[in-house]
């Protein structure tokens, strides 16, 4: 009986490896076949970044948006209730 129970605890861990060895592999496969989109979604994010920060934003602007966005979220939490 305790042989049985053997035989079946290493079926099941190699069923569970051999099927996260194949998703590894998909995911791996997928990453290679879709690099070339996320590059280009990628590349105008960077160059807006890149042209702002060339502009030459005072740091108060930084200051302010960051008191805007948190406005924002507890504005968003009192109205939903979590604070």
Avoid: C, W
Avoid at 42 to 65: I, M, Q
């Amino acid at each position: 009986m305790i042989v049985q129970g053997l035989k079946l605890t290493m079926m099941g861990m190699g069923v569970v490896f051999s099927f996260l060895a194949l998703l590894l592999i998909i995911i791996h496969f997928s990453a290679k076949l879709l690099k070339s989109y996320s590059e280009k979604e990628a590349s105008p994010v960077t160059s807006h970044r890149l042209s702002s920060a060339k502009a030459g934003k005072p740091p108060d602007d930084n200051r302010r948006l960051t008191a805007i966005i948190s406005a924002a979220i507890a504005a968003h939490r009192a109205r939903i209730g979590l604070y």
